[in-house]
């Protein structure tokens, strides 16, 4: 591992001072949540020197609020708290079984679902889920902060929207509707402990007759970022979620990829496999809004 200095902010204001001023002194810095993506690419990869800057230390960032409209997870949360956390389990069932895959029980009793999202990798297992449940990602700077939809936050493999001086301080998420509900699968060659070779997070939401009032699918793995399909959403949108309208859904996913081929799968291969993959997570979350 690379030369590295480390600090521990107290407070927000604290937390952008020390980001202002590497910014300005054009020295490198760098946000800790986990460090499960950090800390392995610090010894293998990039060896770099750098100003580490641990946001475990705030209050902000340790929030986790289920709020009458609005959920709030912070960027210092990890998976097994969020795991332990009975209210969000039952409303954000998808997102909490997308950061239950990340590695092992020991990985997520450090990673975060912020972390993942800040890692953006194409095949970050929450992101999508993050999507599907209209995430939205609370952002601090000098400026008084501001605030971008998870579909806008990923801009390329390994690259997002924060600039100098900024980092994330949690996600807000509406509050489900009644009948609502998420889910999220991926497929990976082995069992466990593996990269995606394709996921897909959906929420619906049903009107009391069964109908699909509401929905959102979001692939990963199939394209430089995790993609909002908003064409899928429309094939389930006023449909009981029937098997075509499934299907319909599951195609859509299959052109809005643009996969590549590598040792995990060919793009054909990952082209079908997301289209199952959205058709199940949509028959999961049906079955969860309705309670079954
Ligand atoms: C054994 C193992 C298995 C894994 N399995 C999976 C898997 O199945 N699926 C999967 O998606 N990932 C997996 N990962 C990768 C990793 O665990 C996840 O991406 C995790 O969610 C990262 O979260 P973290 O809090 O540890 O992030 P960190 O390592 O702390 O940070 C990751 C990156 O985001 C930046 N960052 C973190 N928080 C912020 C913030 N608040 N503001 C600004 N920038 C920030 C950091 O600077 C760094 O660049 C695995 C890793 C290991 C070691």
């Known amino acids: 591992m690379g030369a590295y200095a480390y600090v521990a902010p107290q407070s927000v204001d604290e937390a952008l001072s020390v980001l202002g001023e590497q910014a300005s002194s054009g020295t490198r810095a760098q946000v800790l949540a986990g460090g499960t993506d950090l ?17 475990k230390k705030l209050a902000e960032t340790n929030r986790l609020d289920v709020g009458a409209d609005e959920i709030y997870i912070g960027a210092a949360v990890c998976s097994a708290l969020m795991n332990e956390h009975e209210a969000l389990k039952a409303l954000l069932p998808g997102l909490m079984e997308a950061g239950d895959l990340i590695g092992s029980t020991q990985i997520q009793g450090r990673a975060t679902i912020c972390g993942n999202l800040c890692n953006s990798s194409p095949a970050g297992d929450s992101i999508p889920a993050q999507i599907a449940v209209r995430a939205v990602v609370d952002i601090a700077n000098a400026s008084g902060g501001r605030q971008l939809p998870v579909e806008e ?9 924060l600039e100098d001086g900024e980092f994330v301080l949690g996600l807000k998420i509406p509050r489900p509707a009644e009948n609502s509900s998420d889910a999220y699968l991926r497929f990976i060659p082995r069992t466990e402990m593996d990269i995606a070779v394709a996921g ?3 929420s619906v939401t049903l009107a009391e007759d069964g109908t699909c009032s509401a929905a959102r699918v979001a692939i990963g793995a199939v394209a430089p970022t995790a993609l909002l399909v908003p064409a899928a959403a429309e094939a389930l949108i006023g449909s009981k979620l029937d098997d075509a309208a499934l299907q319909a859904a599951g195609e859509a996913c299959s052109t809005a990829s643009s996969p590549i081929t590598d040792k995990r799968g060919t793009a054909e291969y990952r ?8 058709r199940r997570a949509a028959a999961i979350a049906k079955q969860r809004a309705t309670g079954a």
């Open 271 to 278: 082209r079908k496999v997301v289209a199952v993959l959205c």
């Open 153 to 161: 936050f990923v801009t390329g493999v390994g690259t997002n929207a």
């Open 200 to 202: 897909c997070g959906v």
């Open 39 to 55: 800390l392995v690419q610090m010894r293998s990869i990039d060896r770099g020197a750098r100003t580490i800057i641990d946001i």
